[in-house]
């Protein structure tokens, strides 16, 4: 067991944990921070996207030692400072972008490293973006209206064309 | 203007807020104080002899507490199945024993053999792996046809592969053959419903618990029915009464079907709780999920359509081999049968049809309800061959269609059902609207300018939903009621709490059935809260399959409610000195019917639990009702579809431009999560039609089983889709008229996307190419090209 230290959500957490533990795992486990999901063992479905010093990461891909000293977020800390939601999960909600809600943590966290880098994305590019993300519900219809309505880009003439 | 709140409102879901935060509480979420772990050792060969298991190392590992093994199973009952088909000759079907863990043979990759329990996870993983079965491997049989022909047994002691052979209806059979050979056309097909895999984004997880100060035990899963796992595992498996077991199925990841079943896992962990006296807690890994969910159609059919000289149908016959896999799965019996043979009318006016399916078991996973179960399949058939018919014989199929569309209703089809209510003209008028066929030439050209081939291809489907009503079913086999319940609570300050037997994996409950109650009594939806999943504190109840919740589990809540109402109407009158027949309920208020007399909901739900001024000597205090509804008959929402393709000669890639669906749900509680449901379902059957597709090598080896070799579709692989349910016939039978929607999207989807490949080939030149298997592969669609 090694010690591993890292910031998560702005607070200083820190655990011991083995060699293969994963960062999915001590985010799930010992933090208990359970709103990150494992949905495969392939890295192919992005439930467990989180960010690690700015960059979206599927946490199952990552060891927990791997993150010594990083800052990481995860959809817990996504909402604003009074808990309200944020924008990207306010758009998500105002458009149905989720049903069973799996997906959903790994789809925001996805989500907000696209509009970070590419603040105003086209369908195509959101569509593209998502393809590390499985959603088996949705049909990705609302989740790509969603974005865009994050975005602030108008949706109804966008999925009209 | 569309509703902003009540029935008919696109209220946004409460329940998202806390996916959106990360405060959903999924199975796996769940940690109880003490958890050991569970690790399953899995055979890795389709069909062998298991000699034994040699666990004596891995006992020894560091942590682990006990390896169970299919001896520690012999004294309990085997996994149960709940439907008896009985067959042609009028004997029941062949029901082989499913142990919990194997126990002398193994018969699919994936089955389960021991299982390592360790004060770890990382202990259990790591124990497994010096788990030694002993195992002599034989042949396995993966070949339906070939297992019916003398293959391998699958089960030695039931003698045959063949589970049975089911003839619907039997006695119309003479006549659909004298039909066939005398009609003026024939239009034949043979085809494969592709074997899929459900893949909810949550894979299964069980965790088992035994409480010692009360000998009671709690299993909180993964399923969409948690009453009915409460049912078949106390009852069938384990001998726990119901009264000492308790079912939880929280947040669930999605289900789709394969999470109605009872599996192995629950019985286990169950199991193995009360033996250690300590939890213990599973989850599949998705690698696991592939090889131990039950997978669904796995349809191998030969269709025949007779059709008189002006295009009406004549009569119709099919003749399928379905997969069972090695163990029946919870109600894969009548997924191929009374899920599908019913099912064979769909639109139309065909006065004779013949259904033959054989079931067969096999070397694979077992085979049960997917998404639509056995309506899709039948769907498919009808669809293609009738897209086939048309071109065979010239003329237009959407004409084709509409000539022989039912038109009068009810409607007894020759299938045993009877459809209350549908407008097919109406969702096929509706659909050439919303797909804009009238612009498919011009986008056609530009295909074409762009080096591209394009297509365009439509279907009707006609689903049945809230399999009902409880003695029909059990006169066909079922070993279950389909009623649902509901209790409705009104508390003393007003709020209401509705306990619902109906299950929510993603469906929106906690959001909609409000809309329905809040409307009922006038107050606002917030005053309403769901409560679900949990058999300690909900009534009896089926859970949320076949489209049934709202339809079904609505409906109880809806009787619940009117007898809340009338209850709180007599207190109203009592406490406003009037007669019982002249309160009315509006907007949350009671009145006496022509004064200014009044008093408001909250008034009398307080008199009810405050009962002063109360006519005790008429009247139990309290405001709670239980209301249980079995509806007369299944509904039976409709509707058409279109597909518009475009195909790359020179890759065989199918890329879907346009899709456009037209439904007939009934009425509508929200549209914005209908609208939801059907992008999803549509999503799950362009996956089928195109990528989706379970593959299993020649030793039984399930090549596609993971995300990297089962294609699901991503984002990019899919359109916006344009949906529209305006054309509405409400289901005569149920108080809200509602038809319910969620498998809908998968039902109608598969035929127009082969029907638009089929017809992009046709326009290209390609005139022998009547047919392509799903899924439409690049591979598979160049290969057509070619040939």
């Not at chain 2, 709940?82 to 990759?109: F, I, S, Y």
């Not at chain 2, 990382?122 to 339906?144: F, G, K, N, S, Y």
């Not at chain 2, 009877?418 to 050209?445: C, N, Q």
Request: charged letters at 20%; one cysteine or more; a negative charge.
């Amino acid at each position: 067991m090694s010690n591993v230290t890292m910031k998560v959500n702005g607070k200083p957490v820190s655990g011991d944990v083995e060699g293969r533990t994963l960062l999915v795992d001590f985010l799930r486990g010992p933090l208990g921070l359970t709103g990150t999901h494992v949905g495969c063992d392939t890295s192919q479905c992005g439930a467990c996207v989180v960010h690690v010093n700015g960059e979206a990461v599927k946490a199952c891909a990552m060891f927990a030692l791997e993150a010594e000293g990083a800052e990481v977020r995860t959809i817990e800390g996504m909402a604003e400072a009074d808990g309200s939601l944020g924008t990207i999960q306010a758009a998500f909600q105002e458009h149905h972008g989720l049903q069973c809600g799996f997906c959903t943590p790994g789809m925001v966290m996805s989500a907000a490293a696209l509009l970070k880098d590419n603040p105003k994305p086209s369908e195509a590019e959101i569509r593209e973006y998502l393809e590390g993300n499985i959603c088996r519900c949705t049909g990705y219809h609302n989740i790509v209206k969603a974005i865009l309505a994050a975005s602030g880009q108008d949706v109804p003439a966008i999925a009209a064309e | 203007m569309p509703k902003d709140h009540g029935i008919g409102a696109s209220t946004k879901r409460r329940e998202d807020v806390r996916f959106l935060t990360g405060k959903g509480r999924y199975t796996d979420d769940i940690n109880i104080n003490g958890q050991a772990y569970a690790w399953f050792v899995r055979s890795d060969v389709a069909h062998g002899t298991l000699n034994g298991v040699d666990t004596a190392d891995a006992a020894a590992m560091p942590g682990v507490l006990r390896i169970f093994t299919g001896a520690d199973f012999e004294a309990v009952g085997g996994i149960p199945c709940g439907w008896q088909v009985t067959d042609r000759k009028g004997e029941v079907m062949l029901e082989p024993r499913h142990p919990v863990l194997a126990h002398g043979k193994v018969r699919h990759v994936g089955d389960p053999i021991a299982v390592v329990v360790a004060e770890t996870l990382e202990q259990a993983r790591d124990a497994a792996e010096a788990v030694v079965p002993d195992i002599t491997e034989l042949e396995p049989v993966l070949d339906m046809k070939a297992a019916v022909q003398g293959g391998p047994l699958v089960h030695d002691e039931i003698g045959s592969n063949l589970c049975y052979d089911w003839g619907f209806v039997e006695e119309n059979k003479e006549a659909v053959d004298a039909a066939i050979k005398g009609a003026h056309h024939v239009t034949t097909l043979e085809l494969v419903n592709n074997r899929l895999i459900a893949n909810p984004m949550e894979p299964r997880v069980a965790v088992g618990d035994y409480a010692q100060h009360d000998d009671s035990s709690t299993l909180y899963t993964t399923s969409q029915n948690p009453h009915v796992i409460r049912l078949l595992m106390g009852a069938f498996v384990l001998g726990i009464p119901e009264h000492k077991l308790r079912v939880v199925a929280p947040d669930v990841g999605g289900g789709f079907g394969t999470k109605i079943f009872h599996y192995a896992e629950e019985a286990f962990v169950t199991f193995a709780a009360k033996e250690l006296k300590r939890a213990v807690k599973w989850t599949a890994t998705r690698s696991e999920a592939f090889i131990s969910d039950a997978h669904g159609r796995d349809h191998v059919t030969k269709i025949e359509l007779a059709l008189d000289a002006d295009g009406h149908f004549l009569a119709l016959r099919t003749d399928t081999y379905a997969n069972m896999g090695a163990y029946l799965s919870t109600f894969a019996p009548s997924v191929p049968t009374w899920l599908h043979g019913t099912l064979m009318a769909g639109n139309y006016k065909t006065p004779l049809i013949y259904v033959n399916v054989k079931a067969v078991f096999t070397n694979t996973v077992p085979v049960d309800a997917y998404r639509g179960a056995g309506r899709p399949e039948a769907t498919f058939q009808l669809e293609r061959v009738i897209d086939k018919a048309a071109r065979e014989m010239g003329v237009d199929p959407i004409e084709l269609r509409r000539k022989n569309f039912i038109t009068e209703f009810p409607y007894a089809t020759p299938v045993a059902v009877e459809y209350d209510t549908g407008d097919y003209h109406a969702t096929m008028d509706k659909l050439l609207e919303i797909a804009d066929v009238a612009g498919f030439d011009a986008r056609l050209a530009k295909s074409k300018a762009n080096g591209k081939l394009r297509g365009l291809g439509m279907n009707c489907y006609i689903e049945a939903c809230g399999i009902a009503p409880s003695n029909l079913v059990g006169q066909l086999g079922a070993r279950a009621g389909l009623y649902e319940s509901a209790t409705v609570r009104v508390n003393a300050t007003g709020g209401l709490v509705v306990m619902t037997g109906s299950h929510s994996h993603g469906q929106g409950h906690e959001t909609s059935f409000p809309q329905v109650i809040a409307e009922m009594i006038g107050i606002d939806e917030n005053m309403v809260e769901i409560v679900h999943g949990d058999t300690a504190n909900t009534p009896m109840g089926m859970g949320t399959y076949g489209s049934r919740s709202l339809a079904v589990g609505g409906s109880a809540m809806v009787r619940a409610t009117e007898k809340i109402i009338a209850k709180a109407k007599k207190i109203a009158a009592h406490i406003l000195e009037a007669s019982d027949a002249d309160i009315e309920l509006k907007d949350g208020s009671f009145t006496v019917a022509g004064t200014d007399k009044s008093l408001a909901w909250g008034d009398v739900c307080l008199a009810a639990y405050v009962p002063h001024n109360y006519p005790l000597a008429d009247l139990e205090p309290g405001l709670e009702e239980t209301a249980f509804y079995d509806p007369a008959n299944f509904t039976y929402p409709s509707g058409a579809y279109a597909c518009e393709v475009e195909v790359d000669p020179e890759t065989g890639k199918v890329t879907i431009e346009r899709f456009a669906a037209a439904d007939d749900f009934g009425n509508i509680v929200n549209p914005m999560i209908v609208d939801g449901q059907v992008h999803g379902g549509i999503a799950q059957g362009i996956g089928q039609a195109l990528m989706e597709g379970a593959s299993y090598d020649e030793a039984g080896q399930l090549v596609s089983g993971s995300y990297m070799d089962y294609t699901m579709p991503r984002a990019d692989d899919l359109p916006f889709y344009t949906v529209d349910h305006s054309c509405q016939t409400p289901c005569t039978h149920n108080p809200l008229g509602v038809k319910g929607c969620g498998e809908a999207g998968a039902i109608g989807s598969p035929p127009s996307v082969v029907n638009a490949v089929v017809d992009a080939l046709q326009r290209a030149g390609h005139t022998n190419v009547t047919h392509i298997d799903m899924p439409l592969s690049p591979a598979r669609v160049w290969a057509a090209m070619q040939g």
